[in-house]
């Protein structure tokens, strides 16, 4: 049965920080395609009880960030796939802070730098749900996988700045993501 909570609870805390993957989910406030996206490399942070995010690696779109500009909604959810099993999700109002915003030192000192960083995405959480997730298979996780890293590292800052430029300024629906060199 779900449980709903207004914040996360200690233990909550300790299941996301034991979890490997997550998965984002936003929406453009009209019509528009809903994005849905897994994410690793231990990028996932709590601030608070009530506020969380993630270290965002420059990848093919950026998605996300085109729809938290547009209305902020968002939801994170974790899902355990060892014997234990629990689905949480989080549930709240996004927002993207960029390298050069006034409030980015503040936040990216919860992360180790990444090669091909490009952003942070931070949740105001409204409301934490729980769930059995009995239907998750029980899976073991074999690696991390490092190719994300290997191409920012291969092509160097600027090539990915070029990179960014040309795949990251709009959604693949039109919408803009905030982007700027």
């Known amino acids: 049965m779900a449980k709903f909570m207004d914040t996360l609870t200690d233990g909550l805390i300790q299941f996301i920080g034991e979890q490997h993957v997550f998965f984002t989910a936003t929406a453009p406030a009209g019509q528009g395609r809903i994005n849905l996206s897994p994410k690793g490399m231990d990028t996932f942070r709590c601030f608070s009880p009530s506020s969380a995010g ?12 085109a729809h938290l500009l547009d209305n902020g909604r968002m939801t994170i959810m974790f899902c355990s796939f060892s014997e234990k099993p629990l689905i949480l999700r989080l549930y709240g109002r996004g927002r993207v802070i960029r390298p050069g915003d006034a409030d980015w030192a503040g936040y990216f000192a919860h992360f180790e730098s ?17 769930s059995c997730g009995f239907g998750v298979p ?24 070029e990179y960014r430029a040309s795949k990251n300024v709009s959604s693949i629906d039109g919408l803009p993501t905030g982007y700027r060199s």
């Open 54 to 65: 993630y270290l965002d690696v420059t990848g093919s779109g950026n998605e996300t960030s």
């Open 114 to 130: 990444l090669p091909g960083q490009r952003q942070i995405i931070a949740l105001e959480i409204s409301s934490v749900q729980t």
């Open 138 to 161: 029980e899976l073991t996780l074999k690696a991390d996988r490092p190719r994300l890293i290997e191409f920012a590292q291969s092509i160097g800052e600027e090539k990915l700045g």
